[in-house]
């Protein structure tokens, strides 16, 4: 399991990576908001990975990076662009599959983008922070809870043969962050 000082470094190179990325390939981009900097919020272990929050200017995203050499080179087989899924606790989360220079290959998943609605980088670190809670509260996962009524509803017996809820593409990360989480045709929206 990763020691405690990793999570500086790779936090810290998260921060660098995409502070080039702004100075390199944003500057004059016009969806950036001018109050916010590269920062990462929080970064912890998930499932023997590593797991962060990062603020740009353009974005805020979930960061998944291999904590591992085997996970670097298991993840060489990911396609760049594609999509892979995540459980976490408030449920199944895409994330798609990059690479950059000094980061190698990783996994992010979109809370926001653009960010021009924050006023500032405390309330980009307070939303990243919030949507990161929310991640890990059972509660939010309907697939789980669907499972778990149908199971309730038949004694258990049939758990397995029932099919989760897919998440809906437009499904949004705002109704996640903020619980306003509506229901329509079976789909998170």
């Known amino acids: 399991m990763p020691e405690a000082h990793e ?19 944003m500057d004059g981009v016009p969806i950036l908001n001018p109050r916010l900097v590269v920062e990462v919020v929080d970064t912890r272990t998930w499932n023997g990975h590593w797991l962060s929050v990062l603020v740009t200017p353009w974005f805020i995203n979930l960061m998944l990076l291999p904590a591992t050499a085997e996970q670097e080179e298991a993840w060489q087989s990911l396609g760049l662009g594609g999509s892979a899924v995540h459980r976490f606790p408030a449920g199944r989360f895409d994330f798609i599959v990059a690479e950059e220079t000094g980061l190698g290959r990783y996994q992010m998943c979109s809370l926001f983008s653009p960010v021009l609605e924050f006023e500032d980088q405390e309330a980009a670190r307070v939303a990243g922070r919030a949507a990161l809670e929310a991640l890990f509260d ?13 199971a309730e509803a038949d004694g258990g017996e049939n758990a ?14 705002r109704g996640l962050l903020t619980g306003k989480v509506a229901r329509e045709k079976g789909a998170v929206r």
């Open 138 to 150: 059972a509660d939010l996962d309907e697939d789980r809870a669907k499972t778990d009524a149908a």
């Open 7 to 25: 999570n500086e470094e790779i936090s810290g190179r998260l921060a660098a990576v995409f502070s080039k990325i702004q100075a390199e390939r």
């Open 160 to 173: 397995d043969t029932v099919q989760p809820v897919r998440l809906d593409s437009s499904v949004s990360r």
